[in-house]
């Protein structure tokens, strides 16, 4: 079975510094890979996909992941962050072809912003 | 068009009752699932529909949960003889067909058993 690890539950970065949030997966095949966030009281959205082709993936916000087969990893990066950016992140994979399952999910990275 | 639509956005009630959330998909997206979430915790995977057929209810915490879906459109998920355990926010996605394509979240439906 699939699954993610997101070994950080929180994190606290300046505003301005450099940002990784790091997400491990176990899957036994080529996996969908997809980093969301959710503010308080929103639900969550989309900043990136990895499906195939180019392991660095552009995302929205400044957001950009690489996807790292031999590490199993999909950490996602951002060089400056801004206190909007103060959020719960998830990491999550899919199953090619899709499947029942849905998507599995993360814990979650709570993301700091210190003024 | 619009997202993903949830309704009510919060329920609050008593142990024991039946409640029933309602999830409006995004026009023309054929699949749709439904998550629960926890306090503190990542989202757990309950169910998927593509088009109004649910081929695995496996997810389903117990049989007290259920869920149908109306031709491609409108979700219900029901609760019956709600316990303090189900508390949770529940939420929404649909996604354009079946598959790990993306899926766009509704702002979830916010349960209290009290």
């Known amino acids: 079975a699939q699954s993610v690890t997101q070994p950080d539950i929180h994190i606290t970065v300046s505003e301005g510094a450099s940002l990784e949030l790091r997400c491990n997966y176990s899957?036994?095949?080529?996996?969908?890979l997809f980093w969301y966030v959710q503010s308080p009281g929103q639900g969550l959205q989309l900043l990136l996909k990895?499906?195939?082709?180019?392991?660095l993936v552009q995302g929205i916000k400044g957001f950009e992941a690489e996807f790292k087969r031999s590490q199993s990893s999909f950490n996602l990066r951002k060089p400056s962050v801004h206190w909007s950016d103060a959020a719960e992140y998830f990491c999550a994979v899919g199953a090619e072809g899709g499947g029942a399952d849905g998507l599995t999910f993360g814990k979650g990275t709570h993301l700091i912003i210190q003024p | 068009g619009a997202g993903v639509s949830q309704s009510p956005s919060n329920k609050v009630t008593e142990k024991g009752k039946d409640v029933e959330l309602r999830c409006d998909p995004i026009?023309?997206?054929?699949?749709l699932y439904w998550y629960r979430q926890r306090l503190g915790q990542g989202l757990e995977f309950l169910i998927y529909?593509?088009?109004?057929?649910?081929?695995?209810k496996s997810g389903l915490p117990s049989d007290r949960f259920s869920a149908e879906r109306t031709g491609e459109s409108v979700s219900t998920l029901t609760i019956q003889r709600t316990q303090q355990e189900d508390s949770a926010v529940y939420l929404c996605?649909?996604?354009?067909?079946?598959?790990?394509?993306?899926?766009?979240f509704g702002p979830g439906t916010r349960l209290t058993v009290t």
């Open positions: 990895y499906f195939s082709g180019d392991t």
């Open positions: 899957y036994g095949a080529t996996p969908y």
């Open positions: 026009s023309g997206h054929t699949a």
């Open positions: 529909f593509q088009g109004n057929s649910a081929p695995d």
């Open positions: 996605a649909s996604s354009r067909t079946r598959g790990a394509y993306e899926q766009y």
